[in-house]
């Protein structure tokens, strides 16, 4: 009788032991998942943003060359951290995307500001594909994340957002340099105009936090949703309904930029609460 007890005792050790284990490896998992997530979003930012400078150095203003080599660099460093993490992946996004910068780069790729942002934005699109399943791979998932249901519209709906800003940044950059809106500038700029009206609408409200964090998330919300609104009023009346464009470029790129900082706010509040809970 003994020995079935010491037996039953044995087993009971194995599966806490075992549970201990799986626990402590996806904890490791999780951690090192959200170092990714955050080096990836950096690297997003840092293209996004090359992009909108693209837009006005191939427009005509020279002076944005030396900040482009700024965010190449800030470029080339996120990706030597994430190098050996990303290789690994299975749908050849991360190879795609390191030869499609590597070769954007090169001295007379292109001249042509449609073109860049074209192959800027695809860039981006294999990036944000990569950080949303760089999250589900690592288990920092709704299901792992109980304590924050809402964290799969962190990881795709407002990384998203950002980059419809992004794009009217780059668009409308392009427009206050030539002083020129085309009717498929006003196309786009309505299109995403819309997208991100449906964002304060619908998917900011769906952001939740930890009680702890819940007064800091609405200062948050707040904040962003006031640099939007002022962005696209500002889109609306000053290059989509305007008879002549007075709005400087510079004027223009740090109000979007300021509208992406607020969104980005959000997202390391949502990065430090992840952080409190696996």
């Known amino acids: 009788m003994a020995i079935y007890i010491v037996i039953l005792l044995l087993m009971v050790l194995v599966v806490i032991l075992l ?63 994430l190098q050996q993490d990303m290789a690994a992946d299975e749908n050849g996004r991360w190879d795609s995307f390191v030869d499609h910068w590597a070769r954007i780069n090169q001295p007379g790729n292109t001249n042509d500001a449609d073109n860049n942002f074209k192959q800027h934005t695809q860039m981006i699109a294999n990036l944000l594909y990569l950080l949303e399943d760089e999250a589900e791979h690592k288990h920092l998932n709704a299901m792992s994340l109980q304590a924050l249901a809402h964290i799969g519209f962190v990881w795709r709906e407002l990384v998203q957002t950002t980059e419809m800003i992004g794009q009217s940044r780059a668009i409308g950059t392009g427009i206050a340099t030539r002083k020129i809106c085309s009717s498929v500038d006003k196309i786009r700029l309505s299109f995403l105009q819309q997208n991100m009206q449906k964002t304060i609408n619908e998917t900011l409200p769906k952001l939740g936090s930890l009680d702890s964090e819940s007064e800091q998330h609405k200062a948050l919300l707040t904040t962003a949703f006031a640099t939007m609104q002022c962005l696209m009023e500002t889109i609306k009346s000053d290059l989509i309904q305007a008879d002549k464009i007075t709005i400087t470029q510079d004027q223009y790129f740090a109000l979007a930029t300021n509208s992406i900082k607020s969104l980005d706010e959000i997202f390391k509040h949502q990065l430090a609460q992840v952080k409190q809970v696996i």
């Open 19 to 81: 549970h201990h284990y799986k626990t402590k490896q996806k904890k490791a998992l999780q951690v090192r998942g959200l170092a990714n997530i955050a080096y990836l979003k950096s690297l997003i930012g840092a293209v996004q943003t090359h992009r909108g400078l693209s837009s006005a150095w191939l427009n005509g203003d020279q002076s944005k060359q030396a900040m482009l080599l700024t965010f190449e660099q800030q470029a080339d460093s996120d990706i030597k951290y």
